[in-house]
């Protein structure tokens, strides 16, 4: 068991389907990468987007009995940003922590730190899972820092400078009667 997974973490190869029952069963560890030709909803998303996706995922049973699968997901990918529409590379590095079930009735007991995943199959998409994932990780409104930003000097121009309605009250004050 133990060479087994050991070969499963130096294979460069991932599988296209995983059993999270059966993973969670041995305990098994998977790690590698995915390329990301296939992820046509990722592509969509984003401006651009690296060839792979770097991934592991652990497998186990918590103790309560329930699957968990955690791991982390590493991709590149280029996005746009909202202030100046340019384009802006992101490191995205996306903690999973997910547990797996087969049955509606249990999703209300899974713990919250769980993320649930129903599914009527005993077999998941591996690429299918990490795309949905990285999808999840987005950022919704993507900006540069804002002093690195192309547009920050015009953001800078266009800011509204108004007075404080309150300070007229300020002067108010200061008068002597």
Same mark, same amino acid.
């Given at each position: 068991?133990?060479?087994?997974?050991?070969?499963?973490?130096? %294979?460069?190869?991932?599988?296209?389907?995983?059993?999270?029952?059966?993973?969670?069963?041995?305990?098994?560890?998977?790690?590698?990468?995915?390329?990301? *030709?296939?992820?046509?909803?990722?592509? *969509?998303?984003?401006?651009?987007?690296?060839?792979?996706?770097?991934?592991?995922?652990?497998?186990?049973?918590?103790?309560?009995?329930?699957?968990?699968?955690?791991?982390?997901?590493?991709?590149?990918?280029?996005?746009?940003?909202?202030?100046?529409?340019? &384009?802006?590379?992101?490191?995205?590095?996306? %903690?999973?922590?997910?547990?797996?079930?087969?049955?509606?009735?249990?999703?209300?007991?899974?713990?919250?730190?769980?993320?649930?995943?129903?599914?009527? %199959?005993?077999?998941?998409?591996?690429?299918?899972?990490?795309?949905?994932?990285?999808?999840?990780?987005?950022?919704?409104?993507?900006?540069?820092?804002?002093? *690195?930003? &192309?547009?920050?000097?015009?953001?800078?121009?266009?800011? &509204?400078?108004?007075?404080?309605?309150?300070?007229?009250?300020?002067?108010?004050?200061?008068?002597? &009667?």
């Amino acid at each position: 068991m133990r060479i087994a997974t050991l070969a499963r973490l130096m %294979s460069p190869d991932l599988p296209q389907f995983i059993e999270p029952a059966r993973l969670a069963a041995t305990g098994e560890t998977l790690a590698g990468n995915l390329a990301t *030709a296939e992820m046509s909803r990722l592509r *969509a998303a984003v401006e651009e987007c690296g060839d792979k996706v770097r991934i592991r995922l652990d497998c186990r049973r918590d103790e309560q009995g329930y699957i968990v699968i955690s791991g982390e997901v590493d991709v590149e990918i280029t996005l746009r940003c909202q202030r100046c529409l340019e &384009p802006l590379p992101v490191h995205l590095q996306q %903690s999973i922590r997910i547990g797996w079930v087969t049955d509606a009735s249990v999703l209300q007991r899974l713990p919250e730190a769980l993320e649930p995943l129903l599914s009527e %199959s005993t077999r998941l998409a591996l690429a299918t899972l990490i795309e949905d994932e990285i999808l999840l990780g987005l950022p919704m409104a993507p900006l540069h820092d804002a002093k *690195a930003c &192309p547009a920050a000097e015009l953001v800078e121009e266009l800011k &509204p400078h108004r007075e404080s309605p309150f300070a007229v009250l300020k002067d108010l004050k200061l008068k002597k &009667p």
